[in-house]
């Protein structure tokens, strides 16, 4: 039996109350847009130029000298990178998020980016794509956190690794929706590309997807334990990916691109 009927309506609408936030990510989806176009929009928004313009003086992109066009900051770190800053603030205007939380979301944003290369898969769509990963989540949080919490206290009484289907089954059983389709609704209603909304309605899958995407976000979901625990005693055959090489290298990209977000100000809006 359905415990409630979980409502998109507030995600789905949050251009009206993000506005900045929000246009930039919907401009940047439109491929006719130009720098000079997003910086405009986001000039409007004091913490969101900020942010790009300290993304692009971080030695995460390894320039010498100092960014302070707005415009020229774009062009350097890229629209895919712009884009994640803004929706990383539309998803805190949402709903307040725990420090834990605003990590897990890093650590599974940069195990995507270092494994996109793997998978032959953009690197821009992989941040995207990892640090969206949780909104069905969020939003299930936010309208039934009885249900949540309750639901979080049965599947740590579960192994690890049946976690996740079980999770999908919970959540479908009472709602009639999983998080990972709520996650593809809202990012098909935010206008982002079709790739990636259709990847993270199949990072849970119970069998391997065959999208590159798609598996990259899964894998990195499942590293991003592993990230933040500071445990390079990988075990091979815990995550048998067979286009993986590196494992370390991968694990320590995705610690350093964390250690770059701790600059920005995008994570201040906590509960």
């Known amino acids: 039996m359905r415990t409630i009927d979980i409502d998109l309506k507030e995600v789905e609408s949050l251009g009206s109350r993000k506005a900045v936030a929000f246009g930039v990510v919907s401009l940047i989806n439109d491929e006719k847009s130009e720098n ?16 790009i313009l300290r993304m692009a003086n971080s030695a995460y992109y390894g320039l010498s000298g100092h960014v302070d ?17 803004a929706t990383a603030a539309v998803i805190q205007d949402f709903v307040p998020i725990s420090r834990e939380a605003w990590q897990r979301y890093l650590a599974t944003a940069g195990a995507a980016i270092q494994l996109a290369p793997y998978f032959d898969v953009d690197q821009s769509a992989a941040l995207n794509g990892g640090i969206t990963l949780d909104i069905g989540e969020l939003v299930i949080a936010k309208q039934d956190p009885y249900g949540y919490l309750a639901r979080k206290r ?4 579960l192994p690890m690794e049946a976690r996740e289907m079980a999770a999908i089954e919970m959540e479908s059983k009472a709602y009639g929706i999983s998080h990972p389709e709520i996650l593809a609704r809202v990012l098909k209603s ?4 079709r790739d990636l ?5 199949q990072h849970h899958l119970a069998y391997e997807p065959n999208e590159p995407l798609a598996r990259v976000l899964r894998h990195a979901a499942r590293l991003s334990g592993i990230v933040l625990g500071r445990d390079d005693q990988i075990e091979l055959e815990t995550f048998p990916i067979t286009e993986v090489t590196d494992y370390r290298k991968v694990i320590r990209g995705a610690r350093n691109f964390m250690d770059q977000m701790s600059h920005l100000s995008i994570s201040g809006r906590f509960g």
Request: glycine content about 4%; cysteine-free.
């Open 36 to 51: 000079k176009d997003v910086a405009r929009i986001a000039n409007s928004d004091p913490n969101l130029s900020a942010n």
């Open 69 to 85: 066009d707005l415009q020229f900051a774009i062009s350097v770190i890229g629209f895919g990178t712009v884009r994640f800053l």
């Open 154 to 157: 049965e599947l740590e009484k």
């Open 190 to 193: 935010w206008k982002f590309p």
């Open 197 to 201: 909304y259709e990847a993270v309605e």
